[in-house]
């Protein structure tokens, strides 16, 4: 008898959740075509972030889309990360800022705390042992801290324990496609930023994917492609017209040279790279930490100098264009020097002229640092203009008032600190930072600069430095996926100094 009462009740509840799938199937049908719909409004309203996700590759563009499945996911690790980061914070603030950045550092090798912090403090023969199997990078700080700074680096490593289970309890009940997909993207903490910030376009983004898989990965790799083709040509473009301009060309040098200098006092740009810099890794800041918290824009990857310049000298003396000049690049040269380099500066107005549909974020660099750029002294740039092109606007419009001489400051540029942080990558990118053009000039460039620039703020305060590289990583950031509004310049700068800065 009872056994007859528990077939019928299983038969009765069987057929009460066929009746409930049955008649939500069609809510279904209406929730996906009305996800659909407003994925498609949302990307004609701003295509901003359908091409940022279209220029990834197709499996960080896979991983984004599976994560997406469950937004509620990135929610999570988003209070988790700020728990973290305000944890960490704690941790570092009582010591000085140079030690603070050291401490940053160290947060991008988890395993060397992990090894100097685990069983007790080392002795610096056991670190120096240890270390050894680290980038050279970081043996200065791990040197510096491995013992000095113990109490700092356990609390860190136990910090990293805990993030570590938390994160693998978050995800342990999604599928092992989801585990391996969110874990990946780990190593991609600026993509996993900008997903939580557009929280809703990536649910979208996942929710569309998931009815129609093949539709939408067909018309990611057909857009990828487009993208790609179409900032191969521009690049090809930049450095041919670039090339045809023998006193743009020279500043180019000088600019880079300058910057150089400031980014590292050891660098010379005119020592050749000596091996090929298409895939570069950079041990990133972690996701939970972030970068520095007194940065005042994003700052995921420490690059060398010639990710912001877009160019180096290769072995055998010819120039290799790797990409165009960063955002922040742009910023520094507008910033800091903004009539030294005024046939550069004529040089990127026209650029962004001929090309105003680019994908690269070079243009809204030059929109910000050229055409709202009071400091500039229009008219240089309207006798080059009058030389070479008559593009330049004769009025001010709005968005743009290149074309308009603008009054002169009286006040100088503010002033640049001394030193720089000791720590800088040297070994191998995890991306492929941009596309290198077909060929490459077989000769080195014969009008090279032999000296620094004469003109120089006057005095430089003992200010912590200031560090641009933060080229590609944020690149992809802010031009494979965001939809920023026009930025403002950052009110710090990294390492704590406080003038305004760029962003890339």
Known sequence: MKSDLRITKLKTNGILLLLVVFLNSPMLILHAQSDLHQFKHII??????????????????????????????LTKMSEIQTSSRSTFKNIVEEYDRDTQFGLYELSRYPDLIKALAKDGKKSKKEIEQIISAYPEDIHEAA????????????????????????FRQLISTYSLDFQTSIQRLLDYPEVLSTMS??????????????????????????????????????????????????EAY???????????????????????????????????????????????????RPYPWYYHTGFYYGPGGGMIFIGMPSYWYVGWHHRYYPNRFH???????????????????????????????????????????NRKGNIMRPAVQPGNNIGHPAKRPAAKPATRPTTRPASR???????????????????????????????RPATRPATPPVKYNNYRSNESFRQNWSRPATPPRPVTRPGGGSRPARRR
């Open 343 to 385: 046939h550069l500066t004529y040089h990127y107005y026209r650029h962004t002229h001929r090309h105003p549909r680019s994908h690269y974020n070079f243009n809204r660099s030059v929109n910000i640092n050229i055409n709202k750029n009071i400091n500039i002294n229009r008219n240089d740039l309207a006798k080059i203009d």
């Open 143 to 166: 040197k510096k801290y491995g013992r000095k700074r113990f109490d700092a680096l356990n609390a860190i490593y136990h910090l990293n324990e805990k993030n570590n289970d938390d």
């Open 44 to 73: 004609k309203e701003d295509s901003t972030l359908i091409h940022g996700l279209a220029g990834y590759d197709a499996t960080l563009r896979q991983d984004i889309l599976t994560v997406g499945l469950h937004p509620e996911v």
């Open 197 to 246: 910030e557009n929280i809703e376009f990536t649910r979208l983004a996942g929710s569309v994917y998931q009815q129609y898989p093949k539709e939408m990965s067909s018309e990611l790799e057909q857009m990828h492609n487009r993208i790609k083709a179409q900032k191969e040509a521009e690049l090809a473009d930049y450095q041919k017209q670039l090339e045809e301009d023998p």
């Open 425 to 455: 990558p040297t070994q191998k990118p995890t991306t492929r930072p941009t596309t290198r053009p077909a060929q490459q000039p077989t000769t080195r460039p014969s009008n090279r600069p032999t000296q620094q620039p004469e003109t």
């Open 250 to 300: 020279k500043e180019m040098l000088e600019a880079a040279e300058q910057f150089a200098a400031e980014e590292s006092a050891t660098q010379d740009i005119k020592q050749p790279v000596e091996r090929e810099v298409e895939v570069v890794h950079v041990n990133h800041y972690s996701y939970w930490y972030g970068y520095p918290h007194w940065y005042g824009y994003p700052y995921w």
